[in-house]
């Protein structure tokens, strides 16, 4: 199975900044890669699918990179409301689907 | 308007079974690919399952041979069968359905339930 690892595990940041998330995969992935947020006591919704396609509706302040092995997830200027855990996702080929551990992002 | 509730979540026995379901609405289960999807208390987002338009089913090594998924076309429901449930098995269960593209491959997770707790203790 495809394992999947993100950094960092939990960051700070205050309202304005530019964040970035890695997500790395075991194996090559192409760009079978997405990108959920989820809120607390909240189901995950999709961010970003096949790497840096963004799901609409989500603001234009995501973006999302990457292909093969390495990947990132970039909030260009951080709002209140996007405190949240994020988590990428491979899909490649054949389930299953692995998770990333997630990353905790929160305000300072 | 694309809707999916699911229901059944409760305390079981460890070895017990339950099964939860996801009833589905604003579209065609039978038609697309539907996931589910666990979260163990305070941890992270764990992929358990998927079946395909075609009825092709995937699961996790952590349930295989102890889950089924399956579906009902005329409630238009999802279904996990869960059988010989252990402590670990205790999380929020999503329900979600998802979006693939044939032509790439592309393929995620769109929509979601707002999950079903089960817990496994004695």
């Known amino acids: 199975d495809i394992q999947m690892t993100q950094s960092p595990s939990s960051l700070s940041a205050s309202v304005g900044d530019r964040v970035t998330i890695t997500c790395r995969a075991s194996?090559?992935?192409?760009?079978?890669l997405n990108w959920y947020q989820q809120k607390p006591g909240k189901a995950p919704n999709i961010l970003i699918y096949?790497?840096?396609s963004l799901q609409s509706g989500v603001p234009s302040r995501f973006g999302g990179r990457g292909s093969g092995t390495d990947f990132t997830l970039t909030i260009s200027s951080l709002q209140p409301e996007d405190s949240a855990t994020y988590y990428c996702?491979?899909?490649?080929?054949?389930?299953?689907?692995?998770f990333g551990p997630g990353t905790k992002v929160d305000l300072k | 308007e694309v809707q999916l509730l699911e229901s059944g979540g409760a305390l079981v026995q460890p070895g017990g079974s339950l099964r939860l379901s996801c009833a589905a609405s604003?579209?065609?289960?039978?038609?697309?690919?539907m996931t589910w999807v666990r979260q163990a208390p305070g941890e992270g987002l764990q992929w358990v399952s998927v079946?395909?338009?075609?009825?092709?089913?995937y699961y996790a090594d952590s349930v295989k041979g102890r889950f089924v998924i399956s579906r009902d076309n005329s409630k238009n429901t999802l279904y996990l069968q869960m059988n010989s449930l252990r402590p670990e098995d205790t999380a929020v269960y999503y329900c979600?359905?998802?979006?693939?593209?044939?032509?790439?491959?592309?393929?995620?997770?769109?929509?979601w339930g707002q999950g079903a707790l089960v817990t496994v203790s004695s």
């Open positions: 996702q491979q899909s490649y080929t054949s389930p299953p689907f692995t």
């Open positions: 979600a359905r998802d979006d693939y593209f044939k032509d790439t491959g592309y393929y995620y997770s769109r929509h």
């Open positions: 604003g579209f065609t289960v039978s038609t697309n690919y």
């Open positions: 079946i395909y338009s075609d009825g092709k089913t």
């Open positions: 194996q090559s992935i192409g760009r079978q």
């Open positions: 096949a790497a840096s």
